[in-house]
């Protein structure tokens, strides 16, 4: 297990999971995940001469966990990734975000440019200042006709608690198969508008091999720990995500930039919206390097752990 240390932002205290010495590495984890999904990457990372941190972001784990839905908006984030970094080093660091921690770091390198020297994104590419609300995009791609979206389903505070909470084990090991490479095509179901997120839903028996028992009792432990509404609560701030990114509607991300998705990934398409992910992204971050990793789900640095550090060690030998 890595070094483990409590860093106060002055707003809340975050657990922080270190391996290593050299410039900062900082990773952000994602949905619903911990600092643990990055214990592919810190030895590797460390070994070539960084400091690897992977958070527990806020509500998750053994970080502070806020009582308020807006405690969670990607402004507060932002800032908690910020923080941290200074209480490692005055220096630029490099950020590292899959799932919900990509959208963290890519915001971050986009406000903060001065603070963050370089990103990489796993899982969610970058597609620009939103232009209106993601609820806005969901509703009417989805809930508008009649189609159930999980994240319509996360905006009511208390049934997706109360779902994913009722037995913790299972939630998760239907969440992480249902969008995971091995999942045959229709795992994740398309259901009516008005069901839950599990129903219809698989759970495997076995459960693939990238993911071992011991590594979901720990994931088990970390959530029965922390409960899930600061988890889901990040899903209810896109009206207060969408107001606060306005001021940065005319601004690239110019710093060096990575993104790894995957093939059968339904994030890195943006949920089929989006044919060539990389393409689409390089008007909002031009010195981006992309790579596409055939057959690959949504836990990518977990289901392709080998690939994922070969790709982000040489990326970071890049940046000098």
Known sequence: MPEFRMIDTGRVRLRVAVEGAGPLVLMVHGFPESWYSWRHQLGPVAAAGFTAAAIDVRGYGQSDRPGLVEDYAMEHLVSDIAAVADAFQPDPAILVGHDWGAPQV???????????????????????????????????AFTNKGRFFYQEWFQEVGPAEEEAQ???????????????????????????????????????????????????????????????????????????????????????????????GGTRDPATTLFGAVADPIAMMRPHVPGVEGHLLEGCGHWTQQERPDVVNRLLVEWLGRLG
């Open 106 to 140: 890519w915001n971050s390198a986009l406000t903060r440019p001065e603070r963050f020297r370089a990103v990489a994104a796993l899982s969610v590419p970058y597609a620009g200042v939103p232009a209106r609300p993601f609820t806005e995009v969901f509703r009417q």
């Open 166 to 260: 009722r037995d913790v084990r299972d939630f998760l090991r239907k969440f992480y198969y249902g969008i995971s490479g091995d999942a045959p095509d229709g795992t994740w179901p398309n259901k009516p508008a008005g069901s839950t997120l599990l129903d219809g839903m698989v759970d495997p028996d076995p459960f693939p091999a990238w993911l071992t028992p011991a590594d979901l009792d720990y994931y088990v432990g970390e959530f029965v720990r922390s409960g899930f509404f600061g988890p889901i609560s990040r899903y209810r701030n896109h009206e207060r995500d969408f107001a606060w990114l306005q001021p940065y509607k005319d601004r690239r991300i110019e710093q060096p930039a990575l993104f790894i």
